[in-house]
C-alpha cells in the first residue's frame, strides 16, 4: 500500500514515521506492528476536514495485488493466487476527552442541577496508535477503486460533526498473514506446544527442540537494505536470569505452518549464524514473581548484511532459526537455557529504500558514452563527468564517479551530493602526467557508482 504523491521525509520515533502535512493540515502517521502495519491520517482542524481530499483519500496498491471487500467491511489483499495481507474494517475517532458531570446532574432528563461536565484527569486520550477513554468512534467505508486503488470514506458526520473534537484520527490498518513457523524435535514426535514455539532442552523429558520463521521477502526484492533485524518475544525461561539463546539463517520450512520438521532439519552445520542474544522471563513462580515477556532483538551487522544480500539476490522468502546451540554446537543441553517464545511476535524489521537509477549521462567536453571497441577522444586533462540521478522515492542521491585504467586498476574518484533526486551531480577527474600517451592520447574510461542518501 503507498501514497499516491511524493511523502516528505519523515520524522521517526519508535515504531512511528510521521510524514507532515501531506494534505494542509494533515498528517500522515505510518506505524510498525506485530502483525503487520497502520497508516493513520491525523486531521488536525476542521478546515483540514473540508478539503475534499480528505473526503475520499485514495491509496495505490502494488503491482500485481488484488484487492476485494468482505462482507464485515473490511478489504483482503491477494497476489500470485496467495492471501498477503488483511485490513480489519476501517474506523476514526476524534479526541473528545473523558468527561463526568457534577453529582446530581442528569443531562439525560433535564432534571438536577447540570452545571459545568468535568474533565477526568489521568483518563487515556486519543492518539494515532487508538481512541482515548472519551473518544468519539465512527466508520470509514472503504472502496476497492480499479484494479490498484483503494478509497476511503471518512463519516461526514464526524467530518462536519459540530461535538467533535481536533485532531480527527483515520485508520485502516493492515495485518501481514503470519510468517510461517515450524519446529524440530530431537525425537521426531510430533507435540501440542501449546501454542507457543520451544527452544533448548524440555525439563519435562529432556527433548530439544529448535523453532524456525519464515518471512515473505517479496516487497523488498531488488531494494537496498540499510538495516535488518529479529525481535522475538520470549514468554518463558526455564532461568530467572538471562541466558543465551542464538539466531541462524537456515534453509526454507519444507511443512505447514505450526507442523513439525525432521531433526534432520537442524541449524548446524550448514546455516549461517548472524547474532546471539540473552534473556529472562520465568513463569514458574519459582523466582519470586511471575517475570514479565522480554522483547529479544537480533541486530548484528551478519544479520543486515544477509538481509540485504538476499533481497538484492531478489529472494522471496527469508527463513531464521532459533537454537540454544552455539556456533560450535555446544551447550544446547545446558537446561538454563530452556524457553518458549510466542508464535506470532516474532518479526522481521527491515528498514529498506529503493536504489536509485541514472536516468541520463554526459561529460564537458561532450562526449558519446562508449564501452569497448570505438571509445570517444578527450582533448582535455580535467574533464568533468556529469550524471542526472533519480531516486524513486523522491530522496536525496549521492554519486561517485571513478576513473578507470581500461581494463585495469582505479586512478582516482570522487563523491559529490547529496543532491535532489532528478538533479544533476557533477564531477571533475583530473590526470596525472603519467595518464596522458606520447601522442596525447588518454587511454582511459570512467564508470558512475550511485546510492540514495541513506546509502
Keep these: 500500500m503507498s501514497w499516491p504523491g511524493k511523502l516528505p521525509t519523515p520524522t521517526v520515533q519508535g515504531d512511528s514515521a510521521?510524514?507532515?502535512e501531506v494534505f494542509p493540515g494533515v498528517d500522515l502517521v505510518m506505524r510498525a506492528t506485530t502483525t503487520g502495519f497502520t497508516h493513520v491520517l491525523v486531521i488536525k482542524t476542521a478546515q483540514a476536514a473540508a478539503n475534499p481530499a480528505v473526503r475520499t483519500v485514495e491509496l495505490i496498491v502494488g503491482a500485481g495485488v488484488e484487492l476485494s471487500e468482505l462482507a464485515d467491511g473490511s478489504v483482503r489483499a491477494m497476489a500470485g493466487g496467495q492471501v498477503v495481507a488483511r485490513s480489519r474494517p476501517a474506523v476514526m475517532w476524534d479526541s473528545s476527552p473523558l468527561t463526568l458531570w457534577p453529582e446530581g446532574s442528569d443531562v439525560m432528563t433535564g432534571s438536577g442541577p447540570v452545571g459545568e461536565a468535568v474533565v477526568v484527569a489521568g483518563a487515556a486520550q486519543s492518539t494515532p496508535e487508538g481512541p482515548g477513554?472519551?473518544?468519539?468512534?465512527?466508520?470509514?467505508?472503504?472502496?476497492?477503486a480499479g484494479a490498484g486503488g483503494l478509497e476511503l470514506i471518512p463519516d461526514p458526520s464526524m467530518?462536519?460533526?459540530?461535538?467533535?473534537?481536533?485532531?480527527?484520527?483515520?485508520?485502516?490498518?493492515?495485518?501481514?498473514?503470519?510468517?510461517?513457523?515450524a519446529y524440530a524435535?530431537?525425537?521426531?514426535?510430533?507435540w501440542d506446544l501449546g501454542g507457543k514455539t520451544w527452544v533448548g532442552m524440555n525439563p519435562y523429558d529432556g527433548t530439544l527442540y529448535r523453532s524456525f520463521f519464515e518471512f515473505d521477502m517479496t516487497t523488498i526484492k531488488g531494494k537496498y537494505v540499510q538495516s535488518a533485524s529479529?525481535?522475538?518475544?520470549l514468554y518463558h525461561s526455564w532461568s530467572c536470569s538471562p541466558t543465551w539463546v542464538h539466531l541462524y539463517r537456515t534453509s526454507n520450512i519444507t511443512v505447514a505452518s505450526g507442523a513439525r520438521m525432521s531433526w534432520s532439519t537442524r541449524p548446524l552445520p550448514s546455516a549461517t549464524w548472524l547474532d546471539s542474544a540473552e534473556g529472562n522471563a520465568n513463569k514458574s513462580g519459582g523466582c519470586g514473581a511471575n517475570q514479565p515477556d522480554m522483547v529479544m532483538q537480533f541486530s548484528r551487522a551478519e544479520l543486515t548484511n544477509d538481509v540485504r544480500q538476499a533481497a538484492e539476490n531478489n529472494w522471496s522468502l527469508y527463513t531464521v532459526g532459533l537454537c540454544a546451540c552455539n556456533p560450535q554446537g555446544q551447550f544446547e543441553t545446558a537446561q538454563d537455557r530452556w524457553k518458549k517464545f510466542y508464535t506470532n511476535k516474532t518479526k522481521l524489521v527491515v528498514t529498506y529504500t529503493s536504489k536509485p537509477t541514472v536516468?541520463?549521462?554526459a561529460t564537458?567536453?561532450?562526449?558519446?558514452?562508449?564501452?569497448?571497441?570505438?571509445?570517444?577522444?578527450?582533448n582535455t586533462a580535467t574533464p568533468q563527468l556529469r550524471a542526472q540521478i533519480t531516486d524513486p522515492e523522491g530522496a536525496q542521491v549521492r554519486a561517485k564517479f571513478e576513473w578507470w585504467v581500461t581494463g585495469g586498476s582505479l586512478i582516482a574518484g570522487t563523491t559529490v551530493g547529496p543532491g535532489a533526486s532528478g538533479s544533476w551531480l557533477a564531477g571533475g577527474i583530473g590526470f596525472m602526467a603519467g595518464d596522458v600517451g606520447a601522442s596525447?592520447?588518454?587511454?582511459?574510461?570512467?564508470?558512475?557508482?550511485l546510492a540514495g542518501a541513506g546509502q
Aim: hydrophobic residues 35%; contains cysteine.
Design 18 to 20: 510521521t510524514y507532515p
Design 133 to 144: 477513554d472519551g473518544a468519539r468512534v465512527g466508520d470509514v467505508q472503504t472502496r476497492v
Design 159 to 181: 467530518l462536519d460533526g459540530e461535538d467533535v473534537s481536533f485532531p480527527l484520527f483515520v485508520d485502516p490498518s493492515w495485518s501481514v498473514i503470519a510468517a510461517k513457523w
Design 185 to 190: 524435535n530431537s525425537i521426531n514426535s510430533n
Design 230 to 233: 529479529v525481535e522475538a518475544t
Design 359 to 361: 536516468t541520463a549521462r
Design 364 to 378: 564537458v567536453p561532450s562526449t558519446a558514452c562508449v564501452s569497448g571497441g570505438g571509445r570517444p577522444y578527450i
Design 440 to 449: 596525447g592520447d588518454i587511454y582511459r574510461g570512467w564508470h558512475l557508482l
